[in-house]
């Protein structure tokens, strides 16, 4: 099943997406917050820039990242793949997603995997793509950021640690309705590196 989306729905998913950031609507205790933002004021700071899929896939993989957090008591977040990462001091994020053509970018999952990686815990991955790559160069170059950042095309559904034996349990249960996936937008995000659980939920939006 191929995912395709009009531009009204298109611009409704966007709209959706980022009042859902905005408003916070993944909660968090303030206590938690706080000690967030302490923890992320001693790390390094850096800006990821997201693609995003559009609404029909979007809403199948958050329904699996909320069921996987609930069961599991791990953050949430939003359905997102990292097409490159800018340090803190870099060029503005709106200026740099002013300068980038219109989205549309279709990629077929390759399987589902899971890694020791914590933000890799268990994952979608895309198969490579040129037109992806070509994309993360603009926002390289538009960034002024000094080093390139090679694309590991992937989406991923939870951040936990789990025994190896889980994983794979959760991997071989995952059945996606479809093969390609079309991602229409991208958004800037301001992050810690390395980032933790709870940092998760201190993500914050600054460009889209």
Same mark, same amino acid.
Not at 66 to 74: D, T, V
Not at 97 to 121: A, D, G, M, W, Y
């Given at each position: 099943?191929?995912?395709?989306? !009009?531009?009204?729905?298109?611009?409704?998913?966007?709209?959706?997406?980022?009042?859902?950031?905005?408003?916070?609507?993944?909660?968090? =205790?303030?206590?938690?917050?706080?000690?967030?933002?302490?923890?992320?004021?001693?790390?390094?700071?850096? %800006?990821?820039?997201?693609?995003?899929?559009?609404?029909? =896939?979007?809403?199948?993989?958050?329904?699996? %990242?909320?069921?996987? =957090?609930?069961?599991?008591?791990?953050?949430?977040?939003?359905?997102?793949?990292? %097409?490159?990462?800018?340090?803190?001091?870099?060029?503005?994020? &709106?200026?740099?997603?002013?300068?980038?053509?219109?989205?549309?970018?279709?990629?077929? +999952?390759?399987? +589902?995997?899971?890694?020791?990686?914590?933000?890799?815990?268990?994952?979608?991955?895309?198969? !490579?793509?040129? !037109?992806?790559?070509?994309?993360?160069?603009?926002?390289?170059?538009? @960034?002024?950021?000094?080093?390139?950042? &090679?694309?590991?095309?992937?989406?991923?559904?939870?951040?936990?640690?789990?025994?190896?034996? !889980?994983?794979?349990?959760?991997?071989?249960?995952?059945?996606?309705?479809?093969?390609?996936?079309?991602?229409? @937008?991208?958004?800037?995000?301001?992050?810690?590196?390395?980032?933790?659980? +709870?940092?998760?939920?201190?993500?914050?939006?600054?460009?889209?």
């Amino acid at each position: 099943m191929r995912l395709f989306v !009009t531009p009204s729905n298109v611009e409704g998913s966007r709209r959706s997406y980022f009042k859902r950031f905005a408003t916070g609507s993944l909660d968090i =205790a303030r206590d938690e917050g706080k000690l967030a933002r302490d923890q992320m004021a001693r790390k390094a700071q850096a %800006i990821a820039y997201w693609l995003l899929p559009e609404r029909a =896939a979007c809403e199948v993989f958050s329904r699996e %990242i909320r069921e996987l =957090a609930r069961q599991f008591g791990a953050p949430l977040f939003e359905p997102h793949l990292t %097409i490159f990462i800018a340090p803190e001091n870099s060029r503005p994020p &709106l200026e740099v997603l002013r300068e980038l053509p219109p989205v549309n970018i279709e990629l077929t +999952i390759h399987n +589902i995997r899971f890694s020791e990686q914590f933000t890799k815990t268990l994952f979608v991955q895309f198969e !490579t793509n040129s !037109t992806l790559q070509r994309l993360g160069d603009a926002i390289w170059k538009a @960034s002024d950021a000094r080093e390139r950042y &090679l694309i590991d095309p992937h989406l991923s559904f939870l951040y936990a640690k789990l025994p190896p034996q !889980t994983k794979q349990r959760l991997a071989d249960k995952i059945r996606l309705p479809f093969r390609e996936v079309c991602f229409t @937008s991208i958004c800037a995000v301001h992050c810690a590196r390395p980032t933790t659980a +709870i940092e998760v939920e201190q993500w914050k939006l600054i460009a889209a």
